[in-house]
């Protein structure tokens, strides 16, 4: 079992900053491939970044690259996604995932574990 907490959404202004955290306990973090996911009213969720269990390979969706960066620090067992130049779109719940893998997943199905979501809202 893992358990998830996100941390560090909030309001912000649009071009502003946030970062993301995700605190993970229970089975060994670094056994897991990671994942941020984001589900806006009425839209379904959708895959934002992953990251592989030792943080060598990343995925983004088109519509953050450039924008939002994913990282982990195993030894605290602790992922992040940092977010800049962030856009009213990008407001939603976000949630970060846990994959039994070691390779990036990209789809919210291969993810066993979730945490219960932070929200960001980002004013125009």
């Known amino acids: 079992q893992v358990q998830l907490v996100e941390s560090g959404g909030g309001l912000v202004q649009a071009g502003g900053s946030l970062r993301l955290s995700c605190a993970a306990s229970?089975?060994?973090?670094?056994?897991?491939?990671m994942g941020w996911f984001r589900q806006a009213p009425g839209k379904e969720r959708e895959s934002v970044a992953a990251?592989?269990?030792?943080?060598?390979?990343?995925f983004y969706a088109e519509s953050v690259k450039g924008r939002f960066t994913i990282s982990r620090d195993n030894a605290k067992n602790t992922m992040y996604l940092q977010m800049d130049s962030l856009k009213p779109e990008d407001t939603a719940v976000y949630y970060c995932?846990?994959?039994?893998?070691?390779?990036?997943?990209?789809?919210?199905?291969?993810?066993?574990?979730w945490g219960q979501g932070t929200q960001v809202t980002v004013s125009s």
């Open positions: 229970g089975r060994t973090f670094s056994s897991y491939a």
């Open positions: 990251i592989s269990w030792s943080g060598s390979s990343t």
């Open positions: 995932a846990a994959a039994a893998s070691r390779r990036i997943e990209t789809h919210d199905y291969e993810y066993g574990y």
